[in-house]
């Protein structure tokens, strides 16, 4: 199916936003190993999903900023190892208290998730 048969009746930025809904699916699955016909196959049903359960909503389409903070946060507490504190603050680009302060909020939430409260 050509690009004009998968999208026909669709125009302008909505066209745009479909196309590059399954084009990004698509584009993931072919990087995960998944052939390319079966990857646009399943980006093309992904983007039908979405527009069926979304279709006609007005919503915010949030970055994620939280998300790469924590992941950050964690990879930081994951190479700590007690005397990295100044290399990590130059790989990151944060100060070296900034460092302790992630490893140490990091650690308090591992530790909050491993060992529950008492009372």
Request: hydrophobic letters at 40%; a negative charge.
């Amino acid at each position: 199916m050509n690009q004009e048969e998968k999208f026909s009746g669709v125009a302008g930025d909505e066209l745009e936003l479909l196309e590059a809904l399954a084009d990004t699916v698509a584009a993931e699955l072919v990087a995960a190993g998944i052939g390319d016909e079966q990857a646009a196959e399943i980006g093309v049903k992904v983007m039908d999903r979405m527009r069926k359960d979304w279709g006609g909503d007005s919503f915010y389409f949030p970055k994620g900023c939280a998300i790469d903070i924590a992941r950050r946060d964690l990879e930081i507490y994951e190479k700590f190892d007690g005397r990295n504190h100044t290399e990590l603050g130059r790989e990151y680009d944060l100060s070296v208290i900034h460092i302790y302060r992630i490893v140490k909020a990091v650690g308090a939430e591992m530790m909050k998730r491993r060992q529950p409260a008492l009372f």
